[in-house]
């Protein structure tokens, strides 16, 4: 039996769309992350974009367990002497909603150029609302 690889011509990319309210954020973020990348297909390849679109809505409402909101930091470095700037979860929550999510799935994904080019595959928005109606996505139950 020959192993199958997947070219990139001859996948075929799905939209999914998850409801992240009163979901955990990491695991959340690890199963989003596993259908990006395309791991929940047997013609996973990990060299070629076999993966789906990912549209997350409600981003406010996910959630962390314990005390990770005040205790957990984000940091970004300026690039200047002094620049480590460092914000808790609670106020990137609050200041940006998608922020969080966005980080913890890049975090997860290939740090290459394939990852940053399946990190366009994710659409995460704060409300109800996306625009991504005409794709058909598929609601999808982590």
């Known amino acids: 039996m020959k192993t199958l690889f997947a070219k990139g011509n001859e996948v075929k990319h799905d939209w999914y769309v998850i409801d992240a309210s009163g979901k955990t954020l990491g695991r959340l ?38 005390a990770k909101g005040d205790d957990m930091m984000y940091r970004h470095y300026t690039g200047y002497v002094g620049g480590l700037k460092s914000h808790s979860f609670n106020t990137l929550l ?16 290939p740090h290459n150029r394939l990852g940053r080019k ?7 928005y704060a409300g109800d609302e996306n625009p991504h109606v005409a794709q058909n996505p598929k609601p999808l139950e982590v």
């Open 29 to 66: 973020a690890a199963a989003v992350a596993a259908i990006v990348r395309g791991k929940n297909k047997p013609t996973y390849t990990p060299n070629v974009d076999c993966g789906d679109y990912v549209v997350i809505i409600n981003a406010d409402k996910v959630v962390v367990s314990g």
């Open 94 to 109: 609050a200041r940006n909603p998608t922020e969080p999510l966005r980080r913890t799935i890049a975090g997860m994904l």
């Open 118 to 124: 399946l990190m366009g595959y994710v659409k995460i």
